[in-house]
């Protein structure tokens, strides 16, 4: 740095001695000395007054931790300043979300529906009963069947009407194809007693824990249904990107004895208080929508009873959002009841899906599907349908099996054992689909041969 020399005050020299005049030069070079000195101590007192203030890390740490902040140090900034993110909006609207829904209908394991798994060694395959819906019940997001007989497996002979016993190979076959969810609450339920139940439910607890079996109860272990079921009428809740749809299955009838202090905390049985406690419970758990599998009605009647119209209001009252229904082995209409966000969709029965029983009108069944949505629009059941789903009759025969009725050919027709045994009934798919249109009325849809709609 350039020295700066001062300049000559001559009005303070007064003479020009070189001795004094050197002294006053080394005297302006200390006391420019001591005002740098100055300087420097006031910046230091400044800056040891700022970080006086600074919190210390812990106070920081717990400070963030009050309101609720993410601490990041300086040195964590500097590594990764990328990954740090804004604090995400509160009150953000939730993600549009879409869930869909099948389900089949009754699985009645006769004795030649039995013998047509057998595979001539000792072991049985149904695979076969399935085959032809396979697509379906894979493209949707929850897949639900009503497994009307017990499958209490090789404890017991294999049986058919009236008190039913079923090889667990039937359960095999439906996991295979894809059902996630099977509804044990039915009149057949206790056919084999409370061991009936515990056989069949142990079996699926042990061999596909993760399907769910709902409506019924272990009554010879601790209570808890597969898959998370808390109680014989608990509701069973699926999700989906956040949307919840819960599951209830009861039954109106059961056969044989009847003991009312113990089969509610085996069986699901429909009772109006505790419907409304469970619809509650399940709205309590997040559900966005309530749906209930009943098995109702009267058997062989093709429109709804009026008990399935009283138990159809109480449901609705309760706060229902779908009803499929099943028992009477034929189909019948479906209805949507109630105006504007009180509507409920009304499956009143999807028959059977197999069985070996004698009328045509026992080889239609429904395949009901769901579709359950929240946009922007709120929620809403975005599209329903209600597919008729027709038996292939040849017992003993891995061509027992059932297809679509847009799939149902007169070949299958006459190949049927049904018509011969029903008096012409079922000899053409055509009659088939006639007899559709006469008992799902105007809502049939003859060029989809379905029922379809939205709410």
Not at 178 to 207: C, M, P, R, S
Request: proline share 4%.
């Amino acid at each position: 740095m350039t020295e700066h020399k001062p300049k000559l005050d001559k009005s303070l020299s007064g003479s020009t001695n070189p001795k004094r005049h050197r002294r006053r030069r080394l005297f302006a070079a200390l006391v420019m000395l001591a005002a740098i000195a100055a300087v420097v101590a006031g910046i230091a007192i400044v800056a040891r007054a700022m970080l006086s203030q600074r919190p210390a890390p812990n106070a920081h740490a717990q400070q963030a931790q009050e309101l609720g902040e993410v601490l990041v140090t300086d040195e964590q900034a500097e590594q990764a300043p990328s990954q740090v993110s804004e604090e995400p909006e509160t009150g953000a609207e939730p993600q549009d979300a879409e869930l869909t829904l099948m389900m089949i209908g009754d699985i009645l394991m006769h004795d030649r529906v039995i013998e047509s798994g057998s595979r001539g060694d000792g072991s049985y395959n149904y695979d076969h009963l399935f085959s032809h819906i396979a697509g379906d019940v894979q493209a949707a997001d929850v897949a639900v069947l009503n497994q009307e007989t017990i499958l209490g497996g090789r404890h017991w002979s294999f049986s058919g009407y009236p008190v039913f016993n079923s090889p667990q190979e039937v359960g095999d076959a439906e996991v295979a194809v894809g059902f996630d969810v099977i509804l044990k609450a039915t009149n057949h339920t206790l056919d084999l007693g409370y061991e009936g139940v515990h056989e069949e439910l142990a079996w699926w607890q042990a061999a596909y824990p993760q399907v769910a079996v709902i409506g019924a109860a272990d009554p010879d272990g601790d209570g808890v249904c597969p898959a998370g079921g808390t109680s014989a009428a608990g509701a069973y809740i699926v999700e989906k990107d956040g949307l919840k749809v819960a599951l209830l299955n009861y039954t109106d009838v059961l056969n044989g004895n009847v003991d009312p202090s113990n089969d509610a905390n085996v069986v699901s049985i429909l009772s109006e208080d505790g419907l409304r406690a469970d619809v509650a419970d399940a709205r309590s758990r997040g559900a966005d929508f309530v749906v209930v599998f009943a098995h109702w009605g009267e058997e062989y009647e093709t429109v709804p009873t009026e008990r399935e119209r009283w138990w159809a209001q109480v449901m609705q009252d309760a706060g229902v959002d779908v009803v499929i229904g099943g028992h009477p082995h034929v189909i019948q209409p479906v209805e949507v009841l109630g105006e504007g966000n009180d509507r409920m969709l009304v499956m009143w029965s999807v028959g059977n899906f197999v069985s070996t029983q004698a009328g045509a009108a026992n080889m239609v069944g429904g395949m009901a599907k769901v579709t359950f949505t929240r946009d922007g629009d709120g929620l809403r059941v975005s599209a329903y349908e209600f597919i008729p789903t027709i038996t292939q009759r040849e017992p003993y025969s891995t061509n027992m099996s059932a297809y679509k009725i847009g799939d149902y050919t007169d070949e299958l027709a006459a190949a049927s054992s049904v018509s011969a045994i029903d008096g012409g009934n079922g000899s053409t798919a055509g009659w088939y689909v006639d007899y559709c249109s006469d008992v799902l009325g105007p809502s049939f849809d003859l060029d989809t041969l379905s029922v379809h709609g939205s709410m």
